[in-house]
């Protein structure tokens, strides 16, 4: 596609379970990030690869969460024991090369995470 | 640390000029972002500042000086489509850091 996509578009779940939330990036696009964005909030920075590897992923907030980039394209965001705070927009965006933040991210419309 | 500060929300009338402000802390950075989000949308760039000055793309202009550690987008012949959501981004070598946003409201 011409985007960035995600899906599930809308996802629930109950409080403990596990969830996979799945990124597409721009084909060609070699960075990657995972954001969180609360409601009224900024989008809070999760992680960014950089191809295959996870170049910075000191935004994850503690260990239940992880993240994979095994081919370089598709992303896996994954979310172990859920809890209630962990509900929110998980957005995903892609750069064209560089990363860092120094190049225009395009942002797929997230996915909505609500914890039951 | 590093954070950034810009108004929770601006009030403007169509047809009228705006600037939403933004003053950061950071021990460095590449430069500073903006972008838009609207309701229940995805963030969408606006413009970029890699050096002190000011950039105009169409519409919107930015403006960045590092020695004021501040930067303000301006937005000029405001339509009701841009009532939305504004955030300044910090771009560091390490992290993308958001502001909270600015949310603009627009008046017929």
């Known amino acids: 596609g011409a985007g960035v996509s995600q899906t599930p578009s809308n996802k629930v779940t109950e409080k403990g379970k596990y969830v996979e939330l799945r990124c597409d990036p721009i084909s060609g696009h070699t960075a990657l990030y995972w954001y969180r964005q609360s409601l009224g909030q900024g989008p809070e920075f999760l992680i960014y690869?950089?191809?295959?590897?996870?170049?910075?992923d000191s935004g994850l907030p503690n260990d239940r969460f992880f993240a994979v980039r095994p081919e370089g394209s598709v992303s896996t965001l994954k979310i172990q024991r859920t809890e209630r705070g962990d509900s929110a927009v998980y957005l995903c965006?892609?750069?064209?090369?560089?990363?860092?933040?120094?190049?225009?991210?395009?942002f797929g419309p997230g996915t909505r995470l609500l914890v039951l | 640390g590093q954070s950034l500060e810009q108004p929770s929300e601006v009030t403007a009338v169509e047809g009228a000029i705006v600037q939403i402000n933004c003053t950061y802390q950071t021990s460095g950075f590449y430069g500073l972002s903006w972008y838009q989000q609207h309701d229940g949308g995805a963030p969408t760039f606006l413009s970029y500042n890699a050096l002190d000055g000011l950039e105009e793309t169409g519409r919107f202009s930015s403006f960045l000086s590092r020695s004021d550690s501040y930067g303000y987008l301006l937005l000029q012949e405001l339509q009701m489509k841009d009532s939305a959501s504004y955030f300044c981004?910090?771009?560091?070598?390490?992290?993308?850091?958001f502001g909270k946003g600015t949310r603009l409201h627009i008046l017929p």
């Open positions: 690869f950089q191809g295959t590897g996870a170049a910075d």
């Open positions: 965006a892609s750069s064209p090369s560089v990363g860092g933040g120094q190049e225009t991210q395009y």
């Open positions: 981004v910090l771009n560091r070598d390490d992290k993308i850091i």
